[in-house]
């Protein structure tokens, strides 16, 4: 940690301040101690289950199902921000006017040349 340099154009991460390792309010500290044991607890509960040798059914995992449950039901979690739409304009949009203003520029070219007779206008539809 004493060897960390900042970038230039960006500021220390917040896991990375001194203050917070070395000036932990006992309160803090207490807190982190909790939440280490309740980790703790439930890590020893699920190895108890995991290595039980009479063991029959499958070992649930809460936070595995809650993770399937989001990934297969996006949208009642979707938020809209600033980043999801820049998002949806980049891969959305971008793409459909990117592709109008290519074809839309080659057909004008292609015409300015037939109009101009140095190109021939290969599939005439009107042949007399």
Same mark, same amino acid.
């Given at each position: 940690?004493?060897?960390?340099?900042?970038?230039?154009?960006?500021?220390?991460?917040?896991?990375?301040?001194?203050?917070?390792?070395?000036?932990?309010?006992?309160?803090?500290?207490?807190?982190?101690?909790?939440? /280490?044991?309740?980790?703790?607890? %439930?890590?020893?509960? +699920?190895?108890?289950?995991?290595?039980?040798?009479? #063991? !029959? &059914?499958?070992?649930?995992?809460?936070?595995?199902?809650?993770?399937v449950?989001?990934?297969?039901n996006?949208?009642?979690?979707?938020?809209?921000?600033?980043?999801?739409?820049?998002?949806?304009? /980049?891969?959305?949009?971008?793409p %459909?006017?990117?592709? +109008?203003?290519?074809?839309?520029?080659?057909?004008? #070219? !292609? &015409?300015e040349?037939i109009?101009a007779g140095?190109?021939?206008?290969?599939?005439?539809?009107?042949?007399?």
């Open positions: 940690m004493a060897d960390y340099q900042e970038a230039p154009l960006a500021s220390r991460p917040q896991t990375l301040d001194p203050n917070e390792y070395f000036n932990l309010s006992s309160d803090k500290r207490r807190a982190e101690e909790e939440r /280490a044991a309740l980790r703790a607890n %439930l890590k020893r509960q +699920y190895q108890m289950q995991l290595n039980n040798p009479h #063991r !029959k &059914e499958l070992i649930e995992d809460p936070a595995l199902t809650r993770w449950y989001a990934r297969s996006p949208y009642p979690h979707f938020r809209v921000t600033t980043k999801t739409s820049l998002f949806g304009a /980049a891969f959305g949009l971008f %459909l006017f990117a592709i +109008y203003y290519i074809l839309k520029t080659d057909r004008d #070219r !292609k &015409e040349q109009k140095t190109r021939d206008r290969k599939f005439n539809l009107m042949t007399g």
